[in-house]
């Protein structure tokens, strides 16, 4: 990360006479002047808290809302969780909350109406490897793909509809269609846990293990190199 600066404020802090310092400033002005120093270069901070207000642009992030478009999906703990930070920074004027999509945004207009933050929108940027010494071909070979091909790569949770997948994947079989589906991430769903098992009694039902491929959670390069 050629860009990232590393400030280590532990030195400073932790030897006596630094932590005398903190206590007297904290007990007598109610501000640790200390750290103020330390960070006195700081002009951006994420994910910060109250302890940091004299640092100017407060940054929060949220990554979506799936709990208040798909509430039956989470339990009423899970959805206050996940709903909490949102909460939080609604409520403060002098923060931005980054999200990374308009849908997002219109998401948190949305449910959280009236908030004071800011909010900007700064969409997920990919990074790829170099992934050119992958060996397609034997890959394709390894995990018995021989027909033209389209990938799905989403973790097997149910709110990701596999299924209008594989139901198209029946309508096209039964069409005379030659072609197969490789499917790869997690399968398992801590919230349905027996969710990856009906997918499986489905491709075995309508005899549709020729067309799928489920390949699992493999690895980055090879994903790429496939996709």
């Not at 600066?5 to 400033?25: G, Y």
């Not at 990554?63 to 989470?74: E, S, V």
């Not at 039902?205 to 190199?225: K, M, P, T």
Request: proline share 4%; aromatic share 14%.
């Amino acid at each position: 990360y050629p860009y990232i600066k590393l400030i280590s404020t532990n030195l400073e802090l932790v030897k006596m006479p630094s932590r005398i310092l903190r206590k007297i400033s904290n007990k007598l002005l109610g501000k640790d002047l200390l750290l103020k120093y330390c960070l006195r270069d700081v002009g951006f901070l994420f994910e910060g808290n109250e302890s940091f207000n004299w640092i100017k642009n407060h940054f929060f992030c949220v990554h979506d809302f799936q709990q208040c478009r798909l509430p039956t999906f989470f339990t009423p703990e899970e959805s206050d969780a996940r709903s909490a930070l949102a909460n939080k920074v609604a409520k403060l004027p002098n923060v931005t909350l980054i999200l990374s999509s308009n849908d997002a945004k219109n998401d948190f207009q949305t449910f959280f109406p009236g908030a004071l933050c800011k909010v900007s929108v700064l969409r997920f940027a990919s990074s790829l490897p170099d992934y050119s010494s992958v060996d397609l071909e034997l890959v394709k070979h390894q995990y018995d793909i021989n027909e033209q091909y389209f990938m799905c790569s989403n973790q097997f949770w149910q709110h990701k509809n596999h299924w209008l997948i594989l139901k198209a994947i029946k309508e096209l079989k039964q069409d005379g269609r030659k072609f197969q589906v490789v499917f790869t991430g997690k399968n398992f769903d801590y919230r349905n846990p027996g969710y990856f098992n009906s997918i499986q009694e489905y491709i075995n039902e309508h005899n549709l293990s020729n067309e799928v491929r489920i390949l699992g959670f493999i690895d980055r390069d090879i994903q790429l190199a496939l996709g």
